[in-house]
């Protein structure tokens, strides 16, 4: 079993940055793939980026060049950093693990990103 744990969101304005941090326990080698998903209100949940054991990555058309996914096999965690927030970021994030084709476990609580003036 393998659970995850999302923390390092809140409230920030436009233009301005947030790092938010998952903390996986269990078997997180067997986790070659780690993602980041948010949800924005009235929308559906949305891959926002990956990254794999090597440290390959890929991030939705609407993050690239703004969001960087980095993974800390040692610690067991995985990070999104997140520059030049627009509102339209707003979303509770969530963090999930698991093979090139199936995640593990089930969604936890996420943690929540609010960008406003």
């Known amino acids: 079993q393998v659970q995850f744990v999302e923390s390092g969101g809140g409230l920030v304005q436009p233009g301005g940055s947030l790092r938010l941090s998952c903390a996986a326990s269990g078997s997180f080698s067997s986790t070659t793939f780690m993602r980041w998903y948010r949800r924005a209100p009235g929308e559906q949940r949305e891959l926002v980026a990956s990254i794999s054991t090597g440290g390959s990555t890929n991030y939705a058309d609407s993050v690239k060049g703004r969001f960087t996914i980095s993974r800390d096999n040692a610690k067991n965690t995985v990070y999104l950093q997140m520059n030049s927030l627009k509102p339209e970021d707003t979303a509770v994030y969530y963090c999930?693990?698991?093979?090139?084709?199936?995640?593990?476990?089930?969604w936890g609580q996420g943690t929540q990103v609010t960008v406003s003036s």
């Open positions: 999930i693990g698991g093979t090139a084709t199936l995640n593990f476990g089930s």
